[in-house]
């Protein structure tokens, strides 16, 4: 297997994921190999930086001469910039170069560039972004987070049939309880959308609906995929983000008060928080509904983040998702 | 003034909402009163288990028969029951014997209940409801969090201008900066309800608009009122709700784990920290908008939140909150 990482992307590229792909050497079988995208002479100094000398015995370079910075708008910036890393390892992809690709750069241009390139496995009408939100109880997949601003009900419900067979794939969870996001668990309650969207999931049999779910309930380890349009999920996704960094540090800031004598073992359990709710650790969301395996890390991901993305890609392959989405979404057609 | 207290309406009614009314003595003004409005020997019971002897001093007792459970729906329920709490309520207040409406029963029925009685201000479109979210920066207003679930352009204009007005009379906010909550800070980011708001607003001198802001703004002390649709804004509230709980939970956890010896002391931080995250400090949320003056509380509320509640309605009415609604909701009318 070959998996592209965009070397380009990122905040702190290519450092961190030149580091990444040096890092994930331990998760490769024999013949592996992961290639990077990009500058080549930016990414062949930040090698020799790092000084691993025998580097080329798991990672190639790939030129690219152009890249997307992260506030250049998707389509046009595309257009703009044929030979940019994102486009030339799309198309990597396409041609079989690449069997998995991996960017921590402009979701939007990565998002488009893989719609354009790979295009969607059959069956699939939108591709949506599933992101594993950690909580105390268990893994609760999030989709769509903003591949899909605007959704029809069948776009639902088949987030609802891609995330369940990702869960099932990456973190062993077997016929998945999924929830579609709403304002109350009633019937009656929600937008038309919703309404719609109800109907749609009751009926279908490849889904384990378990009915509306509220914000909290992505909190209380009822519900392993919560299902929802892009607009919501994007919303939901960077107040989570925003709001767990805000209310350890008020936790962490109460407890030192009370224990000023303890500050190293405050700051040390704090480090450990941190961790559990890192995105870094989660190793990025798929593309899912994509003709290929396309992971989006966080801009600012580090090398943990791109090594964790190259485990997700090889388990995704392994685990045969897409082959699986194919099946699933095939008989939604007919239905 | 006098201020009604929906005394069926919450998960502990009518106990904490008679403690509550108790509680709420030292808020009043000379000749003020609040009235509990419910069935009368369910509230009279409650009051000689208090063992308050004086309470006559500044509360009254309105019967009425019937009352709405939380999951009753709301239209149907008080054509059902025309002397339930919620509707004898709302019906004194238009008939000038209240002059402020609290209950921590079922939204739905009361925002309903407050359309059909009290009706809507002059100019006004729609009724939101504000909540203010605590944060460790500042307290932020969200505003509509699930009054009006599918809203138009002008809807959201007119939150912005209504939820400014309440922060400054509230919380001392002056010129609020008012972000429209939205997937990124550019123009073309966004859904159409979106993109049209955010002309409508940038054209209107009446509100002080930052521009579009992102879920983690919220946290960030950037922005004073956030503007969204229902649905989005419910979400969002519930999600906040869920996730201080569960990340406080498990920060406590893992100080526990590494001062296994200090576990009196870590409680003791953890009950301030529940507080600075908990609803009931915060007094309910208004339903802004409607002519008259309708506070809106958690379901869960403690008597410390109705006497919130009650110095909010207090707050609203001295701060000429409708009447300042009524003059600039006039000129978007105009615009």
């Known amino acids: 297997m070959r998996i592209g990482i965009d070397a380009m992307g990122g905040d702190h590229a290519p450092v961190e994921e030149v580091r990444g792909a040096l890092a994930a050497r331990e998760l490769l079988a024999p013949g592996d190999r992961v290639v990077l995208v990009g500058q080549e002479d930016a990414i062949r100094a930040q090698l020799k930086t790092e000084g691993v000398a025998d580097w080329d015995q798991w990672v190639d370079v790939r030129h690219a001469s152009q890249f997307i910075t992260m506030n250049e708008h998707p389509v046009t910036s595309l257009r703009a910039k044929p030979d940019s890393s994102l486009a030339v390892m799309t ?95 009633e019937d009656a309650k929600g937008n038309e959308l919703v309404k719609a969207t109800r109907q749609l999931m009751k009926a279908d049999r490849g889904v384990n609906f378990i009915g509306n779910v509220e914000g909290r309930d992505v909190f209380r380890g009822t519900v392993d995929v919560v299902v929802c349009e892009g607009f919501v999920g994007n919303v939901v996704l960077k107040l989570i983000e925003g709001m767990a960094a805000g209310v350890i540090k008020s936790v962490l800031k109460e407890i030192a008060m009370v224990m000023p004598d303890h500050l190293d073992k405050i700051k040390a359990a704090g480090a450990g928080l941190a961790k559990k709710f890192d995105f870094n650790e989660y190793g990025g969301a798929p593309l899912l509904g994509v003709a290929g395996i396309c992971i989006i890390c966080h801009g600012a991901s580090d090398f943990r983040a791109i090594k964790n993305a190259v485990r997700v890609a090889g388990d995704f392959s392994r685990r045969q998702v897409n082959e699986q989405i194919t099946e699933l979404c095939k008989s939604t057609e007919e239905a």
Chains 1, 2 share one sequence.
Request: aromatic share 4%.
């Open 91 to 185: 198309k990597m992809h396409r041609d079989g170069e690449l069997q998995a690709c991996i960017s921590a750069g402009n979701t939007g241009a990565f998002v488009a560039a893989a719609q354009m390139n790979l295009r969607r496995l059959p069956g699939v009408h939108r591709p949506g972004i599933a992101v594993i939100v950690p909580t105390s109880h268990n893994p609760v997949a999030v989709c769509d987070v903003g591949a899909n601003i605007q959704c029809r009900p069948l776009h639902l419900l088949q987030y609802g049939i891609m995330a369940s067979i990702y869960m099932d794939a990456i973190c062993s969870v077997k016929n998945a309880r999924v929830g579609l996001l709403s304002v109350g668990e």
